[in-house]
């Protein structure tokens, strides 16, 4: 079993600032990429910056400039600092990764998603 735990959302002012930080834990081998995704109410699900293993990462344009994606692999955690939040940034945020579990000659490749962790920004 794998689990992705999802922490740090919240309520901020508009111009204010959220770390989320996600771990995951269970039969894990190694991870691949990881990222986090948010979905507003009335829409898809979109992505907001994924990470892979080497650490490159790439970003949504809204994004770009305010929030960073970073990891630890040692800890199998992911984070993602927010800055300069805007009301729009309102959303339930998941992390997502891509992994390989298991030990020895059994493994499985599978994507996994947290639960989720609500970030509301008021004006």
């Known amino acids: 079993q794998v689990q992705l735990v999802e922490s740090g959302g919240g309520l901020v002012q508009a111009g204010g600032s959220l770390r989320l930080s996600c771990v995951a834990s269970g039969n894990i081998f190694s991870i691949n990429d990881m990222g986090w995704y948010r979905q507003a109410t009335g829409k898809e699900r979109e992505s907001v910056a994924t990470?892979?293993?080497?650490?490159?990462?790439n970003y949504a344009d809204s994004a770009k400039g305010r929030f960073t994606i970073s990891r630890d692999n040692a800890k199998n955690t992911v984070y993602l600092q927010m800055n300069s939040l805007r009301p729009e940034d309102t959303a339930v945020y998941y992390c997502?990764?891509?992994?390989?579990?298991?030990?020895?000659?059994?493994?499985?490749?599978?994507?996994?998603w947290g639960q989720g962790t609500q970030v509301t920004v008021s004006s």
């Open positions: 990470i892979q293993s080497n650490s490159r990462s």
């Open positions: 997502n990764a891509d992994l390989v579990g298991g030990r020895g000659a059994y493994r499985w490749q599978g994507n996994y």
